[in-house]
């Protein structure tokens, strides 16, 4: 089983990087303008979709807002992964320098093919998400 780890500071409210997580239906350019749908209620499902097509799926373990959200995390981008088990997806946001909040994101559990695409491509999402919002993207951005 893996864990990945991505700890990015970003130049924002905790309260706008809350909602460039958690807006539901909102086009999320730093994800490729997929969107997410949940009602973010203590156990409630979510859904993740991109082009379309379901990309993840889970429930709600823990939500703290805007300082913590864990979710079960279930993998659907494409067939090879489908049938590998679900991890589990979580963001803490917690205050950095004046202005400034930390973001840590942590997917772990995760075996096989999603496991080196969540190795891969995590990274990459948490930069485009911090030139998104410092770029004027969220709501009280720096």
């Known amino acids: 089983m893996s864990e990945t780890v991505c700890r990015v500071r970003i130049r924002c409210t905790p309260e706008a990087l809350w909602s460039a997580l958690t807006d539901t239906d909102v086009p999320r350019p730093w994800m490729g303008g997929g969107t997410v749908h949940?009602?973010?209620a203590p156990?409630?499902?979510y859904e993740m979709r991109a082009a379309g097509a379901e990309?993840?799926?889970?429930?709600?373990i823990a939500i703290d807002p805007p300082r913590r959200l864990k979710?079960?995390?279930d993998p659907r981008w494409d067939p090879a992964v489908?049938?590998?088990p679900p991890g589990t997806l979580e963001?803490?946001?917690?205050?950095a320098e004046e202005g400034l909040c930390e973001l840590t994101v942590t997917i772990a559990g995760l075996q096989g093919a999603s496991a080196a695409r969540v190795e891969r491509?995590?990274?990459g999402t948490c930069s485009r998400l911090k030139e998104w919002i410092e770029a004027g993207g969220a709501r009280g951005a720096g």
């Open 55 to 60: 990309v993840a799926l889970g429930h709600l």
């Open 38 to 40: 949940s009602s973010w």
């Open 91 to 95: 963001y803490r946001i917690e205050d």
């Open 82 to 84: 489908v049938n590998e």
């Open 71 to 73: 979710a079960t995390f």
């Open 121 to 123: 491509e995590t990274p």
């Open 43 to 45: 156990e409630a499902a």
